[in-house]
C-alpha cells in the first residue's frame, strides 16, 4: 500500500491530498494511512503532513527503488512488474544475489539491483568499486535457448544497450566500446559489464549479466590506483549530477529491446549497435588471454561476436574472450 499512497501522492503534488480521502480509498484506518507515510518518509522520500490539509509529497530520494525503475509497460521480458526487480541498501555483490535466486527458479527477467557492493565483482577475477548510492549496480537474469558457445555476442548485447542509453540521456558525451563491454568515456572506464553461466555441457541453465555503471561518483569517490583510470557520467556531464532512477530504467528498457532482437535472430543488429560506439576496431591492440599477449589490429567483429586480430602478414587470429588494450 504503501507505494499506492506515493502514486497518490505523486499525481496530487504540489497539493496536499488528505489522510481521510486516502483511507477511504484503500479502507483502512486513517493510522495506517500515517504509517505507510513514515515508512516513505524512512525511505527518504520528503512528504509534509498537515493536520488540517493531509500529506503532499515534496521531494523523492534517487535511490533505485523498484517502483522508480520499472520501465513500465515497454519491456516484456525484463522487469515487467516491481516485483521482478529485487532492491538492496547493501549486497555483497548483485550477482551472487541473483545466481542464488536463479537457482531457486526466479523467472527470466528477474532483476537484482543495489545501492553498494561490499564485495563487488569484476571480469578476469578483479573488484569492482562503486561508493555508496552513486552508481547503478544491477544484475539481470536471462534463460536464453543458447548453447554455452553461443553466448561471446550476447555480452555485447548489454555493452551496447548501455551506450544508447547514455548517449540518449546525455547527447554530448561519445561513449565508446572497448571489446567486448568496457565502455569508455575519453580514456577512461565508465561502465563495466561481467556475464557469468551456469551450464552444463551443451546445456545453459542461465546466464547473469551484472552492469557497474558509474554515475554521479567524484574523483574523491574513486580508490587511489582508479583515479587516473575511471570515470563517472557525473565528471563528464560537466559536474551536474545525473538521475540513476531515469538511467537505470532506460537500460533494463533498451536491453529489453536488444535482447528480443537477439531472440528474433537479429545477430546484425546487434553488432551493429555494438559497432554504433566501437573504438576498437581498426586501432592497434594486445589481446591479454591465459595463452599470452598477442598484438595486432583490431580487424572486425565475427558473427559470433568474436574479435579478429590481423597480425602484420594479414592473417587473422580469432578471439573469443580477453581483455584488451588499445594502441599498445
Ligand atoms: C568489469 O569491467 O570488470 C566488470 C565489472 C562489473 C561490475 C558489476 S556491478 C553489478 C554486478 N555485480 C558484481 O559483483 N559485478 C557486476
Not at 191 to 196: A, D, F, P, S, W
Request: net charge positive; glycine share 10%; hydrophobic share 40%.
Amino acid at each position: 500500500m504503501r507505494w499506492e499512497i506515493l502514486k497518490l501522492l505523486r499525481v496530487q503534488s504540489p497539493n496536499y491530498l488528505s489522510g481521510e480521502e486516502m483511507a477511504a480509498r484503500f479502507q483502512v484506518s486513517r493510522t495506517a494511512v500515517w504509517k505507510n507515510v513514515q515508512a516513505l518518509q524512512a525511505a527518504g522520500y520528503r512528504i509534509e503532513g498537515s493536520t488540517r490539509l493531509g500529506y503532499r509529497l515534496l521531494g523523492s530520494p534517487d535511490f533505485l527503488y523498484p517502483v522508480e525503475i520499472v520501465p513500465g509497460p515497454a519491456t516484456q521480458i525484463i522487469a515487467v512488474s516491481p516485483q521482478m526487480i529485487h532492491h538492496y541498501p547493501r549486497v555483497d555483490s548483485t550477482n551472487n544475489i541473483l545466481k542464488e535466486l536463479a537457482g531457486k527458479g526466479a523467472p527470466e527477467g528477474t532483476v537484482v539491483v543495489a545501492e553498494e557492493q561490499t564485495g563487488g565483482r569484476g571480469r578476469l577475477g578483479r573488484g569492482w568499486d562503486s561508493p555508496a548510492g552513486k552508481g547503478i549496480l544491477l544484475s539481470i537474469l536471462f534463460r536464453p535457448p543458447l548453447a554455452p558457445s553461443q553466448t561471446p555476442l550476447f555480452t555485447l548485447l548489454a555493452a551496447g544497450a548501455v551506450a544508447g542509453v547514455i548517449k540518449a540521456h546525455l547527447p554530448a558525451l561519445k561513449p565508446g566500446i572497448k571489446w567486448p563491454n568496457d565502455l569508455l568515456l575519453g580514456q577512461r572506464k565508465v561502465c563495466g559489464i561481467l556475464t557469468e553461466m551456469k551450464a552444463e555441457s551443451d546445456l545453459l541453465h542461465y546466464l547473469i549479466t551484472g552492469i557497474g555503471l558509474n554515475v554521479n561518483c567524484q574523483e574523491k569517490d574513486f580508490p587511489p590506483e582508479l583515479q587516473q583510470s575511471a570515470t563517472s557520467l557525473y565528471l563528464q556531464n560537466n559536474k551536474i549530477a545525473v538521475s540513476r532512477q531515469k538511467l537505470a530504467a532506460g537500460i533494463l528498457q533498451e536491453i529489453d529491446r536488444l535482447y528480443r532482437v537477439f531472440l528474433d535472430g537479429g545477430t546484425d543488429q546487434i553488432i551493429n549497435t555494438w559497432k554504433k560506439y566501437n573504438i576498437t576496431l581498426g586501432n592497434r591492440v594486445a589481446v591479454r588471454t591465459l595463452q599470452g599477449v598477442f598484438a595486432g589490429r583490431a580487424a572486425d567483429l565475427d558473427s559470433d561476436g568474436a574479435l579478429l586480430v590481423e597480425d602484420k602478414n594479414g592473417k587473422n587470429h580469432r578471439f573469443l574472450a580477453g581483455e584488451v588494450s588499445l594502441h599498445p
